[in-house]
């Protein structure tokens, strides 16, 4: 699966942002996805991540209330509606694709995109 993420861009604390990452190479809906990040000088951490129908998904506690992740399969994309962001949201954000399971650990996934960064002004 090859992913492309983008929608990435500065904006000021409160306000929102919709990231989306584009799928192709292989069957979209046969793989649960998930979106990661890494701030400056920070491991990569899970953010969310959605089971192939985009029946379940699963948020970190930080973001839980203000994130949002839903999927597309007709359209093969995957989405993060983030809101009342936070300068602490400042990061690269990655999208990946998991062939089994719904998990949150980097080891879960099989496919990364390159990232879009993120940068919340205070």
């Known amino acids: 699966v090859q992913l492309q993420a983008y929608g990435g861009g500065l904006v000021q604390a409160g306000g929102s942002l919709r990231l989306s990452c584009a799928a192709s190479?292989?069957?979209?809906?046969?793989?649960?996805m998930g979106w990661f990040r890494q701030a400056p000088g920070k491991e990569r951490e899970f953010v969310a991540a959605i089971s192939l129908t985009g029946s379940s998904t699963y948020y970190a506690d930080s973001v839980k209330g203000r994130f949002t992740i839903s999927r597309d399969n007709t359209k093969n994309t995957v989405y993060l509606q983030m809101t009342s962001l936070k300068p602490e949201d400042t990061a690269v954000y990655y999208c990946?694709?998991?062939?089994?399971?719904?998990?949150?650990?980097?080891?879960?996934?099989?496919?990364w995109g390159q990232g879009t960064l993120v940068t919340v002004s205070s």
């Open positions: 990946a694709a998991q062939r089994y399971g719904l998990g949150s650990r980097r080891l879960d996934y099989d496919y």
């Open positions: 190479g292989r069957t979209f809906s046969n793989y649960a």
